[in-house]
């Protein structure tokens, strides 16, 4: 219940998404704020370990619940997180926050878009390497894998014919975001690079050790350096970020 003289911190809407499904947005638009409430409730969902809760899906400014309904009926699951949300201070939202090193091998036929994307942002293919290299890229959210904010200011156009299949650890591009791949799928966004580090394994507990809030940094290798990289773990780096 709502403390007497106590606002609700957290505003959200709830949308009904089928029989089993509940959306809870933030915000149409992307923004810091919504994004960063969008990760801590979904993370604070997930501490209380609902049973009935099947799946939880934060997105850039939105989660979807997806639930038993033969355990639990819909307005019970929405009144359970609405006082999970009641017990949030907006100021003391806090995401833990890794930082990771990743390999990358820019351009070739590990990378066939680069040139083309250097062309795009009328710059030379060494600094738009730079340009991903020099700096972390924190994660937003995920969809075949980690998805971040381009470094580049221009947006780069999708692929008019997406490829039928690119590999794991693929780095693309395209419009505002750039994203790497946690497994082999098709894909429409251009390849800059292939990282030949294990980012997703279903032998381990977790599968994956990558979460929204990290910070990656890429660093780029050669080709005749992939064979030592490949088959190692995303490795986690002592400096921390907030």
């Known amino acids: 219940m709502l403390a007497r003289g106590k606002e609700r911190m957290l505003e959200a809407t709830f949308v009904d998404y089928g029989d089993s499904g509940i959306l809870i947005n933030f915000s149409d638009k992307f923004s810091e704020k919504s994004w960063k409430k969008t990760h801590f409730l979904a993370n604070e969902i997930r501490k209380r370990d609902f049973k009935e809760i099947l799946s939880i899906v934060p997105t850039l400014t939105s989660i979807f619940i997806h639930f038993d309904l033969l355990r639990i009926e ?63 890229h924190r994660i937003l959210a995920f969809s075949r894998g980690p998805m971040m904010e381009s470094p580049a200011s221009d ?17 693309g591009i395209a419009f505002n975001q750039i ?20 980012l997703l394994d279903s032998t381990y507990d977790p599968p994956g050790v990558l979460s929204p809030g990290d910070y990656i940094t890429f660093f780029s290798i050669k080709e005749k350096e992939f064979d030592f990289y490949q088959s190692q773990h995303v490795k986690e780096m002592d400096e921390k970020y907030e």
Do not use: C
């Open 74 to 136: 819909r307005r019970e699951i929405i009144q359970n997180i609405k006082e999970i949300m009641d017990e949030i201070n907006e100021k003391n939202m806090i995401l833990n926050s890794g930082h990771y090193k990743i390999p990358m091998v820019f351009g070739g036929d590990y990378g066939p878009d680069l040139e083309k994307i250097s062309t795009e942002m009328n710059t030379s293919q060494e600094e738009l390497v730079k340009l991903i290299t020099s700096k972390p």
């Open 179 to 198: 994203s790497i791949s946690s497994m082999e799928a098709p894909s429409g966004w251009k390849m800059l690079g292939q990282s030949p580090v294990i």
């Open 155 to 171: 947006k780069i156009e999708r692929l008019k014919s997406p490829r039928t299949s690119v590999p794991s650890g693929t780095l």
